[in-house]
């Protein structure tokens, strides 16, 4: 498709810990500063990390998706990322991970139809 998502956006307790994580995960930095950490996920979006206070014990406004699930799940919790167990539903098998924030991420098992 032509349109994709540009920008989704967390606010942040302190972007340098923030970033560091988001990186381990697998998003490649593109800018930090004082004032914003940009990561850059797989199709050009971008993730915005801004300074301030987050809300605590909330869900992510966005979900993640990657092509292996379970090697996922297995890195991530060898990495002590604490990952949910894996929930298989009938579209998606899914898993949640907490950021440093304490927001919650879904992460998915990919749907991408055509080329990657």
């Given at each position: 498709?032509?349109?994709?998502?540009?920008?989704?956006?967390?606010?942040?307790?302190?972007?340098?810990?923030?970033?560091?994580?988001?990186?381990?995960?697998?998003?490649?930095?593109?800018?930090?500063?004082?004032?914003?950490?940009?990561?850059?996920?797989?199709?050009?979006?971008?993730l915005?990390?801004?300074?301030?206070?987050?809300?605590?014990?909330?869900?992510?406004p966005?979900?993640?998706?990657?092509?292996?699930?379970?090697?996922?799940?297995?890195?991530?919790?060898?990495?002590?990322?604490?990952?949910?167990?894996?929930?298989?539903?009938?579209?998606?098998?899914?898993?949640?991970?907490?950021?440093?924030?304490?927001?919650?991420?879904?992460?998915?098992?990919?749907?991408?139809?055509?080329?990657?």
């Amino acid at each position: 498709p032509p349109v994709w998502i540009g920008h989704a956006v967390l606010t942040v307790a302190d972007t340098n810990r923030s970033a560091e994580f988001w990186r381990e995960i697998g998003l490649r930095e593109v800018e930090r500063n004082e004032h914003v950490a940009v990561l850059e996920l797989r199709g050009g979006t971008h993730l915005l990390l801004l300074p301030g206070t987050p809300p605590g014990d909330a869900d992510a406004p966005f979900d993640l998706m990657v092509d292996d699930l379970d090697a996922t799940h297995d890195e991530w919790a060898t990495r002590g990322l604490d990952p949910s167990p894996i929930e298989r539903g009938r579209i998606h098998a899914s898993f949640f991970v907490r950021d440093p924030d304490g927001y919650r991420v879904k992460v998915n098992s990919s749907h991408v139809v055509g080329e990657v």
